[in-house]
């Protein structure tokens, strides 16, 4: 590990952090992702694959969790920083719109770095009560 | 986030992980953990349950983990480090020795530190292929 690598991570973690506290995820990608990002769910469902990849394939993939997904509390807690990598917990509460079935749910992302673009996104998942 | 918080979750953080590189999770346990440890997973099971407390119950689970399953591969990937909480990435590939299943699977561990003990641990995963 070196201090200068630790010390970019930092910031873009940092900075993308920031943003999701605003709700301006979009904002994030457009400004940290590679167009060339690879994107790991645990598990994929028939509307969604568990690894997708590319910008736009990504875009589209939150785009679909923000319309079908009613946002009644998110927390994030982090950033925790490692040398290329560094990891973000998220905590949600949502209804999903077309069951109507409301879960709390907490992942952690862990993301990695090249050339200061983030290239991989991957989730790690806690179901409280589950 | 102060700097003298993150550099001491930083010493702990690189320290645990040392250990546990080298097989030495007993010996992490018994170095940085509270004596009222509590250990959130994901999922309880009749033999577990999700969350336990205290260090003997933590030991206890270790201890039967590890006389059930086979190991044939652990990796440690971290540590990623916030103000009072470091996250590690671990990666199994073993075989539960009840039933002979082999499994790959990766977790992140979330600590929390108080006082220098770590006084919370918990678990998010990722089933590769799942």
Redesign the interface.
């Known amino acids: 590990m070196t201090a200068t690598a630790t010390s970019n991570t930092s910031t873009i973690a940092n900075e993308l952090v920031n943003l999701c506290r605003q709700g301006r995820n979009d904002d994030a990608i457009d400004r940290f992702y590679s167009r060339d990002i690879v994107s ?1 769910e ?2 994929g469902t028939p509307e969604m694959p ?1 690894e997708i990849k590319g910008i736009d394939a990504v875009k589209k993939k939150n785009d679909w969790w923000t319309e079908n997904n009613e946002v009644h509390v998110v927390q994030v ?6 040398d290329d ?3 973000v ?1 998220y905590t949600f509460d949502t209804t999903f719109k077309p069951t109507g079935q409301r879960t709390q749910l ?3 992302a ?1 993301y990695r770095l090249k050339d200061g673009k983030i290239v991989e996104e ?6 409280p ?2």
Chains 1, 2 share one sequence.
């Open positions: 790991i645990s598990v568990a807690n982090g950033p925790f920083v490692g990598q560094f990891a917990q907490s992942e952690m862990l991957q989730f790690f998942y806690h179901i009560g589950a």
